[in-house]
C-alpha cells in the first residue's frame, strides 16, 4: 500500500484550498487509504496555525488525535516571526521540513500539494 505526504501551502487567500488538504489528509488517514499519511505544513498556511484559524485548528487536532503530529517548517516560522506562536500549538510538530521530505521521498513517498 501506498504511503502519502500531504503538503500544505496555500494561505488565508486560499482558505478552501487549505481546509480541503487538511480534509483529504483526515479523510484518509482514518479510513486507512493509504499505509501511512503524513501532513506537512510549508509556507503562508502556518500563518493560519499562528493566528488560531478555528477551522484550520480543529482539522489539526482531528489529524494528531489518529497519529503522527502534523509538522511546520522551523524556516518558514522563524522568517514569518511566528516560531513562538506555532510552539504553544499543542498538537503541532516544529521542525526542519527539508530532510523530512527528503527522507519521505526515499522512502517512496507520494506527494500531494496543496
Not at 62 to 77: L, T, Y
Not at 98 to 104: C, E, V
Request: aromatic share 8%; charged share 30%.
Amino acid at each position: 500500500m501506498k504511503n502519502i505526504a500531504v503538503i500544505v501551502s496555500s494561505g488565508k487567500n486560499e482558505k478552501e484550498k487549505v481546509l480541503t488538504a487538511l480534509t483529504f489528509a483526515n479523510v484518509a488517514r482514518k479510513n486507512k487509504l493509504f499505509g501511512d499519511v503524513r501532513l506537512i505544513l510549508f509556507g503562508p498556511v502556518e500563518r493560519m496555525v499562528a493566528e488560531g484559524d478555528k477551522d484550520v485548528m480543529k482539522l489539526l487536532d482531528d489529524f494528531a488525535s489518529m497519529g503522527d503530529k502534523p509538522v511546520a517548517c522551523q524556516v518558514v516560522a522563524n522568517n514569518f516571526n511566528i516560531a513562538n506562536d506555532l510552539q504553544r500549538v499543542q498538537n503541532l510538530k516544529i521542525d526542519m521540513v527539508g530532510p523530512i521530505i527528503k527522507d519521505l521521498a526515499e522512502k517512496d513517498y507520494e506527494f500531494l500539494t496543496f
